[in-house]
């Protein structure tokens, strides 16, 4: 079935330097990829998502790139604030023509912003 | 925030007891969805609801039913609760099911079950 790896697991950076965390998806047929973070005693909340038809989007400072013939997607985050600091996970997600599109999420990168 | 919540927030449980983990919306999203979270695993599909009572099994959907009586209330329950459902059980809601521009899942809070 559909697996998403990403990495890494953890991640620690100083404020105002960027952050990467790369996914990988074993299913051809996902076209949908959201990211989405989730703060301390919070529930998930998505962030940015980008289709299989997009290369590339950006969002303020966080972007997201897709490579679909090596079939990973990195989400990135350039000068990081301490608001930052949060659990991310990546999902990739396949059209089945029913009316449910399967969303297969990644185990989650914890990342800490020192200040 | 999405109207989500979620009850109880904690609860601890004894091996073989039941529990019913409640989720309410008030945003009239037609899909809701239970997910538990585990260390290394993300966020796993447990069952999923596409209308009233409409349901669907996830992928990891053994030892748990569902009920979904009315649009605002989705219901988790354990039947008979066992040490490897120790976990962190998110309720989510989204207008659509497929992949678009309203399918974005919106989270509730969580509930930490610890079962002994």
């Known amino acids: 079935g559909e697996n998403v790896e990403q990495h890494p697991s953890t991640l620690s950076v100083q404020e105002g330097d960027s952050a990467v965390i790369k996914c990988t998806y074993s299913?051809?047929?996902?076209?949908?990829f959201p990211w989405y973070k989730q703060e301390l005693g919070k529930g998930s909340q998505l962030i940015i998502d980008i289709r299989s038809n997009v290369g590339e989007k950006k969002d303020q400072r966080i972007a997201v790139t897709l490579n679909k013939t090596a079939k990973h997607f990195s989400l990135h985050i350039t000068e990081t604030q301490p608001e930052d600091s949060a659990v991310y996970f990546c999902a990739a997600s396949i059209s089945r023509g029913t009316s449910y599109d399967k969303v297969i999420f990644g185990p989650g990168t914890s990342l800490s912003v020192i200040p | 925030d999405a109207g989500i919540t979620q009850s109880p927030r904690h609860k601890v449980t004894e091996t073989g007891t039941p529990v019913t983990l409640r989720c309410h919306q008030t945003e009239n999203h037609r899909y809701m969805y239970w997910y538990r979270q585990d260390p290394g695993h993300g966020l796993r599909l447990i069952h999923y609801s596409y209308g009233v009572k409409d349901t669907d099994k996830g992928e990891v959907s053994d030892g748990y039913s569902v009920s979904r009586s009315k649009t605002e209330d989705f219901l988790l329950t354990l039947e008979s609760a066992t040490s490897s459902q120790t976990s962190v059980y998110f309720c989510?809601?989204?207008?659509?099911?497929?992949?678009?521009?309203?399918?974005?899942?919106?989270f509730g809070p969580g509930t930490r079950l610890t079962v002994l």
């Open positions: 989510a809601i989204s207008y659509s099911g497929t992949s678009g521009i309203y399918n974005e899942q919106f």
């Open positions: 299913d051809s047929a996902s076209n949908y």
